[in-house]
């Protein structure tokens, strides 16, 4: 069926590194795509969203990367904080559709 | 602003019974998403209203059915549960329009007995 080829892996990373998280989609439609962090017993909290007009997006110490020609979405957190422990989500809207699909999540553990 | 709420929280129910959940979108918002969460299939689109209309629907059986009121507000109802319907629901409101960030609520965890 539909999915974003996320898997539910763990990413462990030492505080103070950065860390990436990637995502595979896999419908060429889509043209939106955002990534989402779930702490435990809280719903997604939005974190940043590129769309496929561009190749790369910074927020706060976040970067989001959109590689069209693979199909490749990646997350980046810089300088990982205790607090960024917790699963991510990418999600991708299919375009003119208010759909989302999103994958299973990457758990990041920060390590002290 | 406040954020996207649901109640109840937490619910307990038996095979057969139906559960009714709910959810009020961020002030403003009048489109609302529902969102089936399980460890094994993550998060599964259920449907989407906006205007009291459903705009997108997900693969779904016909037991899971939704409701948005003139207020945005939403509920979905789930009839003759089964065990495999145990999961926490979210709700997700956004703007109208395409492409609009959607921001979720803290979900229902429901677990079926």
């Known amino acids: 069926g539909e999915s974003v080829g996320l898997h539910l892996p763990t990413l462990s990373v030492q505080e103070g590194d950065n860390s990436i998280i990637n995502c595979a989609y896999s419908?060429?439609?889509?043209?939106?795509f955002i990534w989402y962090k779930q702490e435990s017993g809280k719903g997604p909290q939005f974190i940043i969203d590129i769309r496929s007009n561009m190749d790369k997006r910074q927020g706060q110490r976040v970067t989001v990367l959109l590689n069209k020609t693979v199909k490749h979405l990646s997350l980046q957190i810089a300088a990982t904080q205790p607090g960024d422990s917790a699963v991510y989500f990418c999600a991708e809207n299919i375009s003119g559709t208010y759909k989302y699909i999103f994958g299973t999540g990457t758990r990041l553990k920060v390590l002290a | 602003k406040a954020g996207v709420t649901q109640t109840p929280r937490y619910l307990i129910k038996t095979r057969g019974q139906q559960v009714t959940l709910s959810c009020s979108p961020i002030?403003?918002?009048?489109?609302v998403s529902w969102y089936q969460q399980t460890p094994g299939q993550g998060l599964q689109f259920l449907f989407e209203?906006?205007?009291?209309?459903?705009?997108n629907k997900g693969n779904f059986p016909g037991r899971f059915s939704g409701r948005q009121f003139s207020n945005s507000r939403s509920e979905m109802n789930v009839s003759t549960l089964e065990l495999g319907d145990s999961a926490l629901y979210l709700c997700?409101?956004?703007?109208?329009?395409?492409?609009?960030?959607?921001?979720f609520g803290p979900g229902t965890r429901l677990l079926v007995l």
């Open positions: 209203y906006f205007s009291e209309t459903q705009r």
């Open positions: 002030s403003g918002h009048r489109s």
């Open positions: 419908n060429s439609a889509s043209d939106y």
């Open positions: 997700a409101s956004s703007g109208q329009g395409l492409q609009e960030t959607q921001y």
